[in-house]
Structures are given as structure tokens and as C-alpha cells.
């Protein structure tokens, strides 16, 4: 039986609800509704007009219904009134398909048909800027090695410390902070759970710490590259298979730790990695974080080819521990819902087709790279993600041709506003478009 939310409202004391959903391009939508009203918005949902997201439709479309999950309910633990909620778009009493929570779902569906359900942990990089975005907040953070650099780190203690606050009452089990590898950078890290959960956290996380840093008069980012000359925000996940509470991805007689469904599910990962770049790094700004030059610190620490390894971080996959994989190619910009549909849509073909990935490799990828000229390379920009994803039969199979259709049309016609204003080129500075477009992402 569902959870009732004008119930748990009163003993709770929350005023209003955010009813919220995530569009194709990552943007958080969401309605204000006051809690006397949400018994009818539990049943029929809050409704939006699907043109005015990023979503392919048109003004002479019906209104769409967020229909709030009841289970995914967090009330802010630094605005007590307020509770968040995950929804699924629905339209004429069906549910979007192009609505990125709702294809996560189906993904999921099909994994459970294979009797797996999928768990994973996300590694979110931010940056602490100023305000107008134009520089890292700390001008005393400017060591050429800044990672892991107490100093800077407790300079920003109050922030935070707020932020993991917030995660340890909602009962996430964050476990570290730390300064990350580039200037006025930071990464947190809370348990792994259910992709699901994992996604809905990984969506209210980014609004959590813009929020906090907001009120201490700064302001994060998630851009992928907001500075050339640092390293730019990653987002990488950790994966695993189970069935009940065995990891199906263990096996301790393997070199790497790994089964031979993790080998397979890792092949389809690798096959798809190209297409699912459109994914994993959809926006202009980041194909200035892959392919790209060695940053301030010495290392770019974003993959360039396609390969995997062992405990080695200059590769696309690399297996930290026995059992699990850490994915290294997603940016900060991905969308929280089309990461976890897209390593399971791509993991499933792996399962079925058996897909073999090929023997890992133990080298130093940044230098060694041209000793592997047959290796794959990973897209150079937008457009070369989004032509491989529009011709990928098995991924429009996965998603639906008309999804990937309308996902492709909307990333070109970006690419059109940026290409009538600006023209990529990673040897130059950083656009003022993409900082318009992006910092907020």
C-alpha cells in the first residue's frame, strides 16, 4: 500500500511538496504545492505543459502529469517545511516514454526479467565558485596539486559539513569528503544502493549542495569544464549485479574479481561506449573534458580511449575491488536517470549477445595510448555522440526509436543555437555560451 502524503505531511509538519521531474537535458522541473493539496496530486499528479521543458512536444500537446513517488520522499533538512519528491511524466493516461525516470524504470523492468537487479554508487565533482561564475571561490586555493589538501578542504568546513549533515539524517551513509584534484573542487561520497534510488538521490543531491553553497553566498557548479587549465567535473559509477543479496559480478577465483556476467555485461558497455557518450557527456562543453590535454595538476583524470584495466585510473573501466566496476567516462552534466538506463540498456545486450570485452589492459593509458592504435577512441564532440547513437540500432531498439529521435533533435538544435553564436574548438577558451548554458546544469 502507498505511503500517504497528506498523512506523513501532518506528523511531519511539512507546509509543501516538491513535486519535481527530471526533462532529457537534465533540468530539474518542479511545482510548489501546498500540503493540504496533496491528496489529489498523489493520485493524478501535479500537471506541467511538456513544451515548456526540454522535452519534444509541442504547445498543442495535452498536460502532463508528474505523478509523485510516495517512496522517494525527502523532507529538506534544511528547510524542514518542504518535502522533495521523484515523478513519472504521464500523458493520456500512459506514461511518457521520453521521461527519464520512466525509462530508467523500464530498463529496470528488464533486468528483473532476467532475474538481476542492478546496484550502483555515484562520485558527484563540483565546483565552489563566485556568484557570477567567472572564478573558483578560494583565492587561496592555487597549489598546481590540490587534491586532498586540508587546508583548503577545512576552509570550507561549515558548507561542507552541512552538506554531509544533511546526508547522514536523510540516512544515505556518506562516508567522505574531500578536495578534489582541481583548485576551488570537491567530491562526496554516500553509500551505493538500488540504481534507482541511486538516481533519485544523485538528483536531489545536485540541488542540495547549489542550494547550501547558495546560502553561504556561493555558488556550485557541476560543468564539466568550467576552467580550462583544471581538471574537469566527473561523475563516476560504481556497478554491480545482484540477485537477492548475492553480487553476482564476484567471483574470487578471477584475476580481477569479476564473473563472467560482469565480463559480458562490461562487453556491452564497452561496445555501446561511443553511442552512449550522448548520455554520459551530453553537452557541448563536455568533449573539453575528454580527448583532452593534461590539466594544471599533470592529469586530466577523464578517459580517452576505450578500454579497461584493474585498479588503474587512466582507463575508461577501471575494477577498484572484486565484484564492481567503476565507470569513468560520465561528466557532471549527465542526467542522474539516463546514466543508470543507459549502463543497464547497454549491459543487457552484453547478457544476451554474450559480448566478450577483450583482455583488460595493465599500462598507463595517458602515455601509452599509441602503443594501442587499434584501440577505440571516444567521440571528439556532440555532434559525433549523437550521430552514433542515432544510427545505433540496439540502443533505439533499448530506448525506442521515437525517444532516441526526439533526444537527437532537441541536443542539434542546442548545437544550432551554439554553432549560430560560437564555434567549438577545445585549442580556445571556454565560450561564453557554454558558461551561460552549462554552469547550472
Known amino acids: 500500500m502507498a505511503k500517504n502524503l497528506f498523512k506523513i505531511s501532518k506528523q511531519k509538519k511539512i507546509k509543501y511538496f516538491l513535486i519535481s521531474f527530471v526533462d532529457l537535458f537534465g533540468v530539474l522541473r518542479s511545482k510548489l504545492v501546498p500540503a493540504h493539496a496533496i491528496k489529489d496530486m498523489q493520485v493524478n499528479g501535479a500537471g506541467f505543459a511538456g513544451f515548456a521543458a526540454w522535452l519534444d512536444m509541442t504547445p498543442a500537446d495535452s498536460d502532463m502529469f508528474a505523478i509523485p513517488d510516495p517512496d522517494s520522499l525527502i523532507q529538506l533538512p534544511w528547510n524542514k517545511e518542504v518535502g522533495w519528491l521523484a515523478s513519472d511524466l504521464w500523458m493520456n493516461g500512459k506514461p511518457v516514454d521520453a521521461s527519464p525516470r520512466v525509462m530508467l524504470k523500464k530498463q529496470i523492468k528488464k533486468l528483473s526479467a532476467l532475474g538481476y537487479s542492478m546496484k550502483s554508487g555515484v562520485e558527484c565533482e563540483y565546483f565552489l565558485i563566485s556568484p557570477d561564475g567567472n572564478a573558483i571561490a578560494d583565492n587561496r586555493d592555487t597549489q598546481s596539486k590540490p587534491c586532498y589538501d586540508q587546508s583548503s578542504l577545512m576552509r570550507r568546513y561549515e558548507l561542507i559539513k552541512e552538506i554531509c549533515d544533511c546526508m547522514i539524517e536523510m540516512g544515505w551513509g556518506p562516508y567522505q569528503n574531500d578536495h578534489e584534484d582541481a583548485n576551488g573542487q570537491f567530491e562526496m561520497n554516500w553509500d551505493y544502493s538500488d540504481c534507482l534510488k541511486t538516481a533519485d538521490r544523485h538528483t536531489f543531491f545536485k540541488f542540495m549542495v547549489k542550494a547550501i553553497a547558495e546560502k553561504h553566498d556561493l555558488r556550485a557548479t557541476f560543468m564539466p569544464k568550467p576552467f580550462e587549465n583544471l581538471t574537469g567535473n566527473g561523475c563516476h559509477a560504481h556497478i554491480s549485479l545482484w540477485k537477492g543479496k548475492k553480487n553476482i559480478f564476484l567471483d574470487k577465483h578471477d ?52 578500454s579497461y584495466t584493474g585498479n588503474n585510473r587512466t582507463h575508461m573501466i577501471r575494477v577498484p575491488d572484486p565484484g564492481r566496476f567503476e565507470l569513468r567516462l560520465m561528466d557532471g552534466s549527465a542526467n542522474p536517470y539516463l546514466l543508470q538506463a543507459s549502463v543497464i540498456a547497454a549491459g543487457i545486450e552484453g547478457l544476451s549477445k554474450r559480448i566478450n570485452p577483450g583482455k583488460p589492459l595493465f599500462c598507463n593509458m595517458y602515455e601509452d595510448y599509441k602503443k594501442y592504435p587499434n584501440l577505440s577512441k571516444l567521440p571528439n564532440e556532440l555532434k559525433d555522440s549523437l550521430d552514433k547513437i542515432e544510427n545505433n540500432k540496439e540502443l533505439n531498439k533499448a530506448f525506442g526509436k521515437e525517444v532516441i529521435k526526439s533526444y537527437v533533435k532537441l541536443r542539434t538544435s542546442e548545437l544550432k543555437d551554439f554553432n549560430d553564436n560560437e564555434k567549438f574548438d577545445k585549442s580556445k577558451p571556454i565560450t561564453k555560451w557554454e558558461r551561460q548554458n552549462t554552469l547550472d546544469c
Do not use: D, Q, V
Not at 553537452?283 to 583524470?301: C, D, E, F, L, V
Open 255 to 306: 584475476k580481477l574479481g569479476l564473473s563472467k556476467t560482469a565480463y559480458n555485461f562490461l562487453g556491452g558497455i564497452m561496445k555501446h561506449a561511443s553511442s552512449l557518450s550522448t548520455f554520459f557527456n551530453p553537452t557541448i562543453n563536455s568533449y573539453r573534458r575528454i580527448n583532452a590535454a593534461p590539466t594544471k595538476s599533470g592529469a586530466t583524470w577523464s578517459p580517452s580511449s576505450i
